[in-house]
T-cell receptor
């Protein structure tokens, strides 16, 4: 089976840095995604890791350790608009198809 | 490009009614998927398709049918709606660069379904 764990909620202050962790146990691994989802909207792609290490994209960075089954999303210089749910998703690579297994999401609240 | 579009945005059904949720994409993506999202449960895969004429079941397929007659369209049919199918439904599409390598999934805006 597939299991993806991430914290349910986090709070942070505008301008600060926050790290959202994700641990996974899946039958295979073909990449890990982070998506952002604002309330009432569709998920939108943030980052993708398939090899160990850090991927940086502006204020957002994502890290992967395949041996530990662990990833984190780092958000710098937080803005109010970063208040959203952050979804960790793994492609277990079963059959090579592009299906994703999602965690339950981490609701981030950024306060002034 | 419109990307991934879904209709309707909102729908209320009575138990036992049937309906079709529409999904279309204009990016010529091979892969399309249907997810449902429930509070505290995250996104769960219902059915997916890797190309026209090819579909397969995901994690929660019971009570739903799909077909893929064209690359662009991937409708989801509820055969006999039940209150347990009250949810937000998202359609997504992607186009793998290489066989077995995942590409980014693009999500439609969702359909909010209530079954009374």
């Amino acid at each position: 089976g597939q299991n993806i764990d991430q914290p349910t909620e986090m709070t942070a202050t505008e301008g600060a840095i926050v790290q959202i962790n994700c641990t996974y146990q899946t039958s295979g691994f073909n990449g890990l995604f982070w998506y952002q989802q604002h309330a009432g909207e569709a998920p939108t792609f943030l980052s993708y890791n398939v090899l160990d290490g850090l991927e940086e994209k502006g204020r957002f960075s994502s890290f992967l350790s395949r041996s530990k089954g662990y990833s984190y999303l780092l958000l710098k210089e937080l803005q109010m608009k970063d208040s959203a749910s952050y979804l960790c998703a793994v492609n277990p690579g079963l059959g090579g198809y592009s299906t994703l297994t999602f965690g339950k999401g981490t609701m981030l609240l950024v306060s002034p | 490009n419109a990307g991934v579009t879904q209709t309707p945005k909102f729908q209320v059904l009575k138990t036992g009614q049937s309906m079709t949720l529409q999904c279309a994409q204009d990016m010529n993506h091979e892969y399309m998927s249907w997810y449902r999202q429930d509070p505290g449960m995250g996104l769960r895969l219902i059915h997916y398709s890797v190309g026209a004429g090819i579909t397969d079941q995901g994690e929660v397929p019971n009570g739903y049918n799909v077909s893929r007659s064209t690359t662009e369209d991937f409708p989801l049919r509820l055969l006999s709606a039940a209150p347990s199918q009250t949810s937000v439904y998202f359609c997504a599409s992607s186009n793998p660069r290489l066989a077995g390598v995942t590409d980014t999934q693009y999500f439609g805006p969702g359909t909010r379904l209530t079954v009374l």
